[in-house]
């Protein structure tokens, strides 16, 4: 085990059976090293991301998340373009320096009313992440245009055959030339997958955690999945917490300067998941800041935590409970410093 972590902390690159050694071993000595390499690479500050869900409407049914369309009883939200652009700057005066605009798959936000929304929001000195799914190459690159710097797109696995049982209207291969075209775009991206999922081996996570590497993503998001009540998956045991913190910390390993947010997932299955997973080499944390009348609205996964906290006091919050681990709020945009 020492060899192993030695060898990837002197070359960032392990072999698919040495991940799935890590991956078995109970994590001790591989959550302090990835802790030390995020230092060594991206430091003590952990930046914030204000994320926007700005609709929770979505024509996919994929068979985990709670908001899928065939989901009827959940409300459905859908903001307007100026209540988007409002939040963005409130977000703005609250401190924020990236915003994250998140949705379902939604064709009300045409190529135009995002362009436009793009644009207001980047009249301010903030970065602009965009979460809204699969899109056209055209569209990505009307997007960036507009002024969008980032985007979010998570593979959630890349066992084709999982992948096509748990997505059922979608297409494997037209995820990863989405991906492709972010890429070649020139945004930051952003990928990731959900650990224990029905049917996924540890295996399939090793292969998960070589695609992240093999496409240099920039952002790595990761969570155990959780069952929501109102899906197929319902009766399905959730992942495992230390699971999702192995491949986090994994993923830290092999792409030392990328960056990781400590997701709500994780604090949703350990109350101190997401301060453990910053220990465990994530820097980013990605507060709320959707309107409450909002937030209970978009359940991609039951109990979601963190969704009560008001904009004005989420950042002192984060600042007091960043204390206790010797860690502080970053005031920058956070974009990927490359080694
Ligand atoms: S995971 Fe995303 S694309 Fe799939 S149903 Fe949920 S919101 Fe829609």
Redesign the pocket.
């Known amino acids: 085990m020492d060899k192993l972590l030695t060898k990837a902390q002197e070359t960032h690159n392990l072999s698919k059976s040495e991940i799935i050694e890590l991956l078995n071993s109970d994590g001790s000595d591989l959550f302090y090293l990835a802790d030390e390499i995020r230092e060594k690479y991206v430091g003590n500050e952990v930046h914030l991301r204000g994320l926007i869900e700005f609709s929770?409407i979505?024509?996919?049914?994929?068979k985990?998340?709670?908001?899928?369309?065939s989901n009827k009883k959940i409300q459905r939200y859908r903001m307007l373009p100026d209540d988007i652009i409002n939040l963005a700057g409130k977000a703005y005066d609250t401190g924020f320096k990236t915003v994250v605009l998140q949705?379902?798959?939604d064709s009300y936000y045409t190529r135009n009313v995002m362009c436009d929304i793009i644009k207001e929001i980047k009249k301010l000195d903030i970065a602009l992440t965009l979460s809204i799914?699969?899109r056209s190459y055209e569209d990505y690159k009307a997007f960036k245009d507009a002024g969008a710097d980032r985007y979010l797109l998570r593979i959630?696995t890349t066992d084709r055959n999982l992948y096509k049982t748990l997505?059922p209207n979608?297409d494997f291969d037209n995820r990863l030339r989405c991906l492709k075209d972010l890429k070649s775009l020139g945004y930051e991206t952003g990928t990731g997958c959900l650990v224990g999922l029905p049917g996924q081996s540890i295996e399939s996570l090793a292969d998960d955690i070589i695609f992240f590497k093999s496409m240099n993503a920039d952002m790595i998001g990761l969570g155990p999945f959780l069952p929501h009540p109102q899906t197929p998956l319902k009766d399905c045991a959730a992942g495992s917490f230390d699971l999702a913190l192995k491949v986090m910390a994994i993923t830290r390993l092999l792409l030392p300067d990328i960056n990781i947010p400590a997701t709500t997932a994780m604090e949703t299955i350990n109350p101190d998941g997401r301060l453990i997973a910053l220990k465990s080499g994530a820097n980013v944390f990605m507060p709320n800041v959707t309107d409450r009348v909002y937030t209970s609205k978009y359940e991609?996964y039951p109990n979601k935590s963190g969704i009560d906290a008001t904009q004005n006091d989420i950042i002192s919050e984060i600042e007091q409970k960043l204390q206790t681990i010797g860690r502080m709020v970053s005031y920058t945009k956070g974009c990927r410093k490359q080694i």
């Open positions: 929770n979505c024509k996919c049914t994929c985990y998340c709670g908001i899928r369309c949705s379902g798959e799914g699969e959630e997505h979608m991609i």
